[in-house]
């Protein structure tokens, strides 16, 4: 399927009678909407999976702070914060245990929206599992704890809506809202890897699969 084509109408769409959001006319160079790429009824009990064996927590930042989204990781390494910074380990900090392995249908799905958007080859060795209550979002900032660059990121939204807040490459660049519904996935690659991004504070909602939170899968190479 074309990157560009996506599905005339989704169930949630026909249920609610809303118009999916307009897309931008046009993204950031290397930067890619597949919208309805996901099937949101597939991943949600794989979530659930990998948070039977590590659970969601919400991380300590080096401030002393928390991070508003409770957050999760599968694959050979996760995404940690806590008094020394962030990194990426091998070991869940919460259970002393690896993390949980890549569901299969994870990997395939980073793989396949990846070579869609023209960056055939990715095999991600993580992925960080993001979830928002109503109210809580994520401010801007760079992804750059990973070795390789040139290799891009794919991002699953579901759950209750948001937007990404889309900046530049420089922290002072103002950001654009992109709206993103249950099933969506992007692809950063190339020159938009290093752009500063954010999530907009989750709305008041339900969705029938999710419930009252927004879910965000970010598949990365780490290592
Ligand atoms: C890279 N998460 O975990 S998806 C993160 O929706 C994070 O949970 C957000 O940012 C979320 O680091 C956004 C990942 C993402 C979004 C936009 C980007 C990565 C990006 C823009 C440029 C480069
Ligand atoms: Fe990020």
Redesign the pocket.
């Known amino acids: 399927m074309s990157p560009l084509h996506a599905p005339a109408a989704r169930l949630t769409d026909l249920l609610t009678g809303l118009e999916p959001p307009p897309a931008p006319a046009a993204l950031p160079e290397g930067?890619f909407l597949l919208r309805g790429r996901a099937d949101p009824a597939v991943l949600a009990p794989l979530i659930e999976t990998v948070a039977a064996t590590a659970p969601f927590r919400f991380m300590k930042t080096k401030r002393g702070g928390q991070l508003s989204?409770a957050m999760t990781s599968c694959g050979v390494c996760g995404w940690v914060s806590d008094r020394r910074g962030y990194r990426y380990e091998s070991i869940d900090p919460d259970t002393g245990r690896p993390w949980p392995t890549l569901p299969p249908a994870f990997r395939r799905l980073a793989a396949e929206a990846s070579a869609e958007a023209g960056f055939p080859g990715f095999e991600p060795d993580t992925c960080?599992i993001?979830r928002y209550a109503i109210g809580s979002g994520?401010g801007l900032?760079q992804?750059a704890d990973e070795r390789d660059f040139g290799q891009p990121?794919v991002?699953v939204?579901l759950g209750l809506p948001t937007a990404?807040l889309?900046g530049g490459a420089e922290r002072r660049d103002r950001p654009g809202p992109l709206p993103l519904q249950s099933g969506d996935v992007?692809v950063?690659g190339g020159p938009?890897?290093?752009?500063f991004?954010g999530?907009r504070p989750v709305k008041p909602g339900f969705d029938p699969l999710f419930g009252p939170f927004r879910y965000?899968l970010?598949f990365r190479r780490a290592r």
């Open positions: 930067m989204a960080l993001n994520m900032h992804d990121i991002s939204s990404f889309i992007m950063f938009a890897r290093l752009l991004h999530v965000n970010t």
